[in-house]
């Protein structure tokens, strides 16, 4: 040290200016410096890893419970919407015969010569006694048709040539025409075989010598024959403001099939279960409305799950069934005029409004009146029809020289012109029942109340409605619509579930579209069932949104299947929100089935002029949403806490105790999905880092140290240190480290 200290001044002063450089650093070599790494450096890299792995496995592991507890959520909200099977049905008569439909294009009824008890839907696929099937197309998309089938087998009238196709004939002419006044002309007639059997097909019309009912002639077409000594017939009724046959039904008289009889005949049928009114209108129509739309259903898509399960709770099922005696400025013109109807509906408030369809809810005694003309003339019945134009003061003149449909809107929009102060009721009622749960009414008994002019007694999911508001003419549609077939009524309460309301200006062409309602062939008898009703989903696209028909209001034209019973339901798209109510059904044979759903416009503006706001769900479809999320995310206990919350809210929820279910036994089967600790997680995790990061500090200052010791052995600045040596300090420069260079040593004891 002294003889370094007596060099130059010079080189004296580059000594001290290098060491004063602030590259220069200190270092003090250990022993295990020696060696390049340290085997407690590995072994914490490796327990780092470790920890960091067996976290990763633990998210791991949570997004295996998440996808598990994911998938049994979307399989039960699966399997909550109901669907719809095969549209092919067969209706077989233990007298001998069958015929099949579509139930996708028609509704049918069938009756029990034995019982004299009506079958509906489902009903209809067990053979039984039927003699008389009636069959119903839907509001066709240019008139309005009203279209029918009826097929008739007349037990009790034995041929005495069971081979005089025109004595056959002439008794089912007259059964179909017992009613009539207008004259009946046959327009044409052939042989045609059927099912093995040779038929007389003829065409009638009926004919007025009434001059305003020129060119509004009534047709009809008949086919007879005998099946086992008896009248077999089929009667088509194509409707009026129309000069051609409907070709609607060709395909279920080609399904006619005769077969061996296992039913014996008997020499009279008992009544049906309802009768006919006065006015000849058939009483099987107050469970059949012709008018309704008709078809089933199509699959559903993976976003209708989410829409069926937050939004069913909201669609209702509606009853709607009433007698009156109907009075035109205090002259009865209806004794007994019995009918209704079943369909679907919707909240659009918490506090009990509902949305609908008008021919689903209506019971306007000028609307029935007008009806009950239309349905009677169709009949060859004129009388009714006569008296409301003498009322009216009608000529020919007032009615255009144009074609049929034109004369025939012209006609009625003038009958829907009569004052309705004129027109009153007496002795009668109107059972609007809205079934909101799962309880349905028995259908036995609310005919027998309707008919005796009673209340239907409500029950705990059962209310009595009342008509806020309609826009809705039953006759409509020959040349143009005047009305948009949309109703509110209410139901007394609080906190029910409300749907959301959209616009379809936002609604694009193949959008897709969902529709929830009460189908009657998805329920166990097709209009009503004994037991419990459920809500069933369709789905499609939207093939066009075009105007009504002489209007400027909208329609939304969809693949998505409209059945009978859906009338009225909401139809949403994607996002949740209502686009429009289900409405039509067109059908045209070798064409495809259109469906039609009114703009959800429509029902904005009748809830604007009766004063009702939309779009202000309450506590129970707040709390819903929250829970169905929840549920769809697999956190069931959470979605636990507020399916119980919406049980206190809303007890009569249909759905409610199904999800609480699904929700116990899904955490029972360890797939519940718990909050994520992402607090405690970003903690460990930072430590993790912090930890690496000082281990990984550690192992390069170990290797740098060692890089010191080793080029200071090479250069014989210092000895190999030996185990129990004392530490050495050295000074370097990390840049002649990195270069394998030094400027300067020095040894400390």
């Not at 508001?469 to 209410?490: E, L, M, N, P, T």
Request: proline share 3%; with cysteine.
């Amino acid at each position: 040290m002294e003889e370094e200290l007596k060099q130059p001044a010079i080189t004296r002063r580059l000594f001290k200016k290098t060491l004063s450089s602030k590259r220069q650093k200190k270092v003090v070599i250990h022993h295990h410096h020696t060696k390049p790494y340290r085997k407690r450096h590995i072994a914490s890299l490796v327990l780092l890893s470790v920890v960091a792995f067996s976290l990763g496995a633990a998210v791991v592991r949570y997004n295996k419970t998440i996808q598990q507890g994911v998938s049994s959520a979307l399989a039960f909200m699966q399997g909550e919407s109901a669907t719809q099977d095969n549209p092919n049905k067969s209706i077989e008569s233990t007298y001998g015969f069958s015929v099949s439909y579509d139930t996708h294009l028609l509704y049918a009824t069938g009756v029990d010569a034995v019982t004299g008890k009506l079958y509906l839907g489902s009903e209809l696929r067990t053979a039984r006694s039927y003699d008389t099937i009636r069959m119903a197309t839907s509001l066709g998309e240019t008139s309005n048709n009203n279209s029918s089938f009826t097929l008739k087998y007349y037990t009790n009238t034995p041929q005495k040539d069971p081979n005089d196709l025109n004595a056959a004939e002439s008794v089912a002419l007259q059964d179909i025409t017992q009613n009539a006044v207008s004259k009946v002309k046959k327009t044409d007639t052939k042989m045609t075989k059927i099912g093995g059997k040779d038929f007389i097909q003829s065409d009638w019309e009926y004919s007025s010598d009434n001059t305003l009912l020129a060119g509004l002639k009534s047709l009809f077409t008949t086919y007879t024959t005998t099946h086992e000594g008896r009248v077999f017939a089929v009667q088509v009724v194509h409707g009026i403001g129309t000069q051609q046959r409907a070709v609607t039904y060709d395909n279920v008289i080609a399904s006619i099939y005769f077969g061996k009889a296992t039913a014996p005949l008997s020499s009279a049928s008992k009544p049906i279960i309802l009768a006919k009114s006065n006015q000849s209108f058939d009483a099987l129509d107050i469970l059949l409305l012709s008018s309704q739309v008709s078809a089933e259903s199509s699959n559903n898509i993976p976003t209708s799950q989410t829409i069926s399960s937050l939004y069913s709770p909201a669609v209702v099922k509606i009853f709607s069934l009433y007698c009156y005696d109907i009075y035109f400025d205090d002259i009865q013109v209806l004794k007994d005029a019995c009918n209704g109807t079943t369909g679907s509906g919707f909240f659009i408030t918490s506090d009990g409004y509902i949305a609908s369809n008008g021919h689903v809810t209506s019971a306007d005694p000028k609307d029935i009146m007008i009806e009950f003309a239309y349905s009677n003339y169709k009949k060859g019945d004129t009388r009714l029809l006569d008296f409301l134009a003498t009322k009216q003061k009608i000529t020919s003149k007032d009615l255009p020289d144009t074609t049929s449909q034109e004369r025939a809107d012209a006609l009625f929009n003038l009958f829907y012109a009569i004052d309705a102060g004129r027109i009153t009721t007496k002795n009668g009622v109107h059972n609007l029942l809205v079934s909101y749960g799962r309880e349905v009414p028995d259908v036995n008994e609310l005919v027998a109340l309707t008919k005796s002019r009673k209340v239907y007694p409500e029950q705990a999911t059962l209310r009595q409605a009342k008509t806020i508001k309609q826009d809705f003419r039953s006759i409509d549609g020959f040349s143009k619509f005047h009305a948009s077939d949309v109703s509110i009524i209410k139901i007394d309460g609080y906190n029910y579930p409300a749907v959301k309301v959209g616009t379809i200006n936002t609604l694009l062409q193949g959008a897709n579209l969902n529709i929830l309602g009460y189908p009657g062939n998805a329920s166990q008898n097709g209009i009503v069932e004994a037991g419990l009703s459920t809500v069933t989903l369709t789905s499609g696209k939207v093939s066009a949104i075009k105007n009504a028909l002489g209007s400027d209001k909208k329609l939304i034209e969809t693949d998505t299947l409209i059945g009978h019973g859906n009338s009225g339901g909401p139809a949403f798209n994607d996002s949740g929100e209502v686009m429009g109510i289900s409405t039509y059904t067109a059908t045209k044979v070798g064409d495809s089935t259109f469906n039609y759903v009114r703009d959800i416009g429509d029902l904005q503006a009748l809830a604007a002029s009766a004063s009702i706001t939309l779009n202000q769900p309450g506590k129970t479809q707040l709390l819903w949403d929250k829970a169905i999320g929840q549920f769809s995310g697999a956190r069931y206990s959470k979605a636990l806490v507020n399916f119980a919350a919406v049980k206190a809210a809303y007890p009569a929820h249909p759905s409610v105790d199904d999800f609480i279910a699904a929700s116990k036994q899904n955490i029972k089967d360890g797939k519940d999905v718990k909050d994520m600790p992402i607090g405690l997680m970003i903690t460990v995790l930072g430590l993790l880092l912090i930890a690496a990061g000082a281990v990984l500090h550690m192992i390069l200052m170990h290797k740098r140290t060692h890089n010191v010791y080793k080029l200071q052995v090479q250069n014989g600045d210092m000895q190999v240190l030996q185990k129990g040596d004392t530490p050495v300090q050295v000074d370097y420069d990390p840049q002649h480290i990195n270069a394998q260079k030094y400027v300067h040593t020095m040894t400390k004891n």
